[in-house]
């Protein structure tokens, strides 16, 4: 069953501790895109994290519902290791706090060009 579509290249999903709320990490969109599960199931489009980096997996954190994230820095340099492992490609961590917010925290923890 399709819940949702419209996504460039949808590249990590994962749920809140919660149950309530979806997250689905979309690479070439930049940005995480955050639904709420309804009682029946199914999706409701809650907001978009925009986070300026081609965001990969998503890791949530179970005591505090703060989203993990690996990502590359430069989408075109990402693209370019897809194909090729010896083209450099810079990664980062993200941490984001408060994720079901409309303005959610986002941290840079880790980063390497």
Same mark, same amino acid.
């Given at each position: 069953?399709?819940?949702?579509?419209?996504?460039?290249?949808?590249?990590?999903?994962?749920?809140?501790?919660?149950?309530?709320?979806?997250?689905?990490?979309? =690479? +070439?969109?930049?940005?995480? !895109?955050?639904? #709420?599960?309804?009682?029946?199931?199914?999706?409701?489009?809650?907001?978009? /994290?925009?986070?300026?980096? =081609? +965001?990969?997996?998503?890791? !949530?954190?179970? #005591?505090?519902?703060?989203?993990?994230?690996?990502?590359?820095?430069?989408? /075109?340099?990402?693209?370019?290791?897809?194909?090729?492992?010896?083209?450099?490609?810079?990664?980062?961590?993200?941490?984001?706090?408060?994720?079901?917010?409309?303005?959610?925290?986002?941290?840079?923890?880790?980063?390497?060009?």
């Amino acid at each position: 069953t399709i819940v949702s579509d419209g996504f460039e290249y949808a590249n990590g999903i994962a749920i809140s501790p919660n149950g309530q709320f979806v997250y689905v990490a979309d =690479s +070439v969109r930049q940005a995480v !895109v955050v639904y #709420r599960r309804r009682k029946t199931g199914s999706l409701e489009f809650s907001h978009m /994290i925009e986070t300026y980096s =081609s +965001v990969d997996n998503i890791n !949530v954190d179970p #005591r505090n519902g703060d989203l993990w994230i690996g990502s590359g820095i430069r989408l /075109i340099d990402l693209m370019e290791f897809m194909k090729n492992a010896s083209h450099p490609c810079g990664s980062q961590v993200l941490r984001i706090q408060n994720p079901e917010a409309e303005n959610p925290s986002i941290t840079e923890m880790y980063s390497d060009d």
